[in-house]
């Protein structure tokens, strides 16, 4: 059994966010319909490519996003296409989608029209800067996404521009965003008996997160900043890779100096007390300390004794960690064209109704004749659809 397993999803979002919200409404049971153009959306073209299958297979972001999905391909920007999408809607439960603001309400497809084919029907839009407001035409990218919310502003070093984050997390945030308000609102649908649109801003998700900073800021009475680099700000060099030490508390910077060797700045007020203030003073003696132990064996010493630090793992070592393999978290799947790979999991286990990973993200139209049959389109109309580029 499936926590979601009665609900059809509708997903005519591309790149990131969208296809992540759907895709962990797929992996908790919903049958998810994933709409493309006849040509595949962005997301098949997002690097990492596969280097000898540089084709609408290739890629590693659109494999990931749209695995528990069925996929089918309609140009829904040409009148047919839109009805066949309207004769979708009617069985559907929920629409994902990342067209611009105004595109559904253009091709006849807003909300208000979606709700009187199918009264109760979840409309979750995800766009850059939301439905309203002066930026709600405007383009993003991560780089814009950091930039915009704050968040580049304490990233980096001070002497240095400000900086990104890596990967695409603020499109992950937003779908984890979009996912949580999709949910919210079909409780409110078993409640109330009502549907509505859910508005998931990229750049809101990424405010959100954002949010001890600002708040920070206005208890300082300043913006704050960008700030050096040392063992207590990031990774530095181990004997086998890098280690990452968070020294926040001052029983953290006791226990720490003690295994590290260096007890003369255990319990030293100037350095236990202020340790923000005079730490970087030692950083050399501590990172040199560092350098000379293994990742794994200091990331468990200091684990006894609940210090925070963190040994960085390679992709490959992530895939041999016992805590992951306990967990069960990277999961083996075969794809037609891509193999077998892993996957990671879902982002939380539920003990009555897990995650599961069924199917691969589809290939190109792959389900095409399989969905449009499901409303009654027979082989024959499929073979002028196809032939006048609809499908």
């Known amino acids: 059994m499936h926590v979601l397993d009665d609900l059809k999803v509708l997903d005519l979002s591309g790149q990131v966010a969208g296809p992540y919200c759907a895709k962990l409404l797929g992996d908790f049971g919903a049958d998810v319909i994933k709409i493309e153009p006849p040509q595949g959306e962005v997301g098949r073209r997002l690097p990492p490519l596969d280097p000898e299958r540089l084709g609408p297979e290739a890629s590693a972001f659109f494999l990931y996003l749209n695995s528990n999905k069925r996929g089918i391909t309609l140009d829904v920007t040409t009148p047919t296409g839109a009805d066949l999408l309207r004769r979708l809607a009617e069985d559907a439960d929920m629409i994902v989608e990342s067209f611009a603001p105004g595109t559904l309400e253009a091709l006849?497809?807003?909300?208000?029209?979606?709700?009187?084919?199918?009264?109760?029907?979840?409309?979750?839009?995800?766009?850059?800067?939301?439905?309203?407001?002066?930026?709600?035409?405007?383009?993003?990218?991560?780089?814009?996404?950091?930039?915009?919310?704050?968040?580049?502003?304490?990233?980096?070093?001070?002497?240095?521009?400000?900086?990104?984050?890596?990967?695409y997390n603020a499109s992950f945030q937003a779908g984890v965003a979009a996912f949580?308000?999709?949910l919210g609102a079909l409780i409110h649908r078993d409640r109330a008996g009502v549907g509505q649109q859910v508005d998931v801003s990229i750049l809101d998700a990424s405010?959100?997160?954002?949010?001890?900073?600002?708040?920070?800021?206005?208890?300082?009475?300043?913006?704050?900043?960008?700030?050096?680099?040392?063992?207590?700000?990031?990774?530095?060099?181990?004997?086998?890779?890098?280690f990452s030490l968070t020294l926040s508390r001052a029983h953290f910077w006791r226990d720490a100096m003690n295994e590290l060797g260096l007890p003369q700045f255990a319990e030293d007020p100037k350095y236990f007390q202020g340790r923000h203030e005079?730490?970087?003073?030692?950083?050399?003696?501590?990172?040199?300390?560092?350098?000379?132990?293994?990742?794994?064996?200091?990331?468990?010493?200091?684990?006894?004794l609940r210090v925070v630090g963190g040994m960085v793992l390679t992709t490959e070592e992530l895939f041999d960690d016992p805590h992951v393999r306990a967990r069960a978290f990277l999961v083996e799947l075969d794809h037609p064209a891509a193999g077998t790979l892993k996957y990671p999991g879902a982002p939380f286990k539920m003990s009555k109704t897990p995650f599961e990973l069924r199917r691969p993200a589809p290939l190109l139209s792959?389900?095409?004749?399989?969905?449009?049959?499901?409303?009654?389109?027979?082989?024959?109309?499929?073979?002028?659809?196809?032939?006048?580029?609809?499908?």
Do not use: M
């Open 108 to 167: 006849g497809l807003g909300f208000d029209v979606l709700e009187a084919l199918r009264p109760g029907i979840i409309l979750t839009s995800v766009t850059p800067f939301g439905q309203t407001g002066p930026w709600r035409d405007l383009p993003i990218n991560e780089l814009i996404a950091y930039a915009c919310s704050g968040w580049a502003s304490t990233t980096g070093r001070p002497e240095r521009e400000p900086l990104k984050g890596s990967g």
């Open 207 to 242: 405010v959100a997160s954002f949010g001890p900073g600002i708040l920070g800021a206005q208890h300082r009475g300043d913006p704050g900043g960008r700030q050096s680099g040392s063992f207590q700000r990031g990774p530095v060099a181990a004997a086998d890779g890098h």
């Open 366 to 391: 792959q389900h095409t004749a399989e969905v449009l049959e499901e409303i009654g389109i027979a082989r024959a109309e499929l073979t002028v659809l196809r032939a006048r580029g609809v499908i």
């Open 278 to 304: 005079h730490g970087e003073a030692v950083a050399p003696l501590v990172e040199a300390k560092i350098a000379a132990r293994g990742k794994r064996e200091l990331f468990e010493a200091l684990g006894r």
């Open 180 to 182: 949580d308000a999709t």
